[in-house]
């Protein structure tokens, strides 16, 4: 059984979660709107992962016999200043998780909820991903700089982008 503390603190990433699959979903409707539909599809699989992260700390929370409790989302921003912009928000968001699961594998060890701490490994894996992929993506941006033809580049090949299952 979940402690107090710590089901407050699940439900409160449950909320996150859905924060970024909200805002991964801005960020498809911006970049469909500035003519990159590569990269607004790019966004949309990156919402989509969101929802599965939402639906592992859900699960999780009443497999313990908790309750899941769900907010409000905060409205997330609808324009950046390019595309290279959308990108850096989409890193420093990342890395904004990363911090606040780091947060929770600390309450975790502190309550010596070792199930609790078990899956957050998890997201501590999904989170080094997450950041390399969209770092290497902002890298790619800044190289390019204002050459419509590496642009366009990148925007084919994120349009490849496929959603992986999460694997346990």
Same mark, same amino acid.
């Given at each position: 059984m979940l402690s107090p503390k710590m089901q407050e603190a699940l439900n409160s990433q449950i909320n996150a979660e859905y924060y970024s699959s909200y805002l991964y979903l801005s960020m498809a409707a911006f970049c469909d709107r500035i003519d990159l539909k590569g990269f607004s599809h790019w966004f949309r699989i990156q919402s989509q992962e969101e929802m599965i992260h939402v639906m592992k700390f859900f699960d999780y929370i009443l497999d313990r016999d908790g309750q899941v409790t769900l907010t409000a989302i905060e409205a997330p921003p609808t324009s950046w200043p390019s595309a290279l912009g959308v990108f850096e928000?989409?890193?420093?968001?990342?890395?904004?998780?990363?911090?606040?699961?780091?947060?929770? +594998?600390?309450?975790?060890?502190?309550? !010596? *909820?070792? %199930?609790?701490?078990? /899956?957050?490994?998890?997201?501590?894996?999904? =989170?080094?991903?997450?950041?390399?992929?969209?770092?290497?993506? +902002?890298?790619?941006?800044?190289?390019? !700089? *204002?050459? %419509?033809?590496?642009? /366009?580049?990148?925007?084919?090949?994120?349009? =490849?982008?496929?959603?992986t299952p999460a694997t346990e």
């Open positions: 928000a989409a890193l420093a968001h990342e890395r904004h998780i990363t911090n606040r699961i780091g947060k929770l +594998v600390e309450l975790a060890n502190a309550e !010596g *909820d070792h %199930p609790t701490h078990a /899956l957050l490994q998890w997201f501590v894996n999904e =989170q080094i991903e997450e950041e390399a992929s969209v770092d290497t993506i +902002v890298k790619q941006l800044r190289m390019a !700089g *204002d050459a %419509p033809v590496a642009l /366009l580049m990148i925007d084919r090949e994120l349009g =490849q982008r496929t959603l």
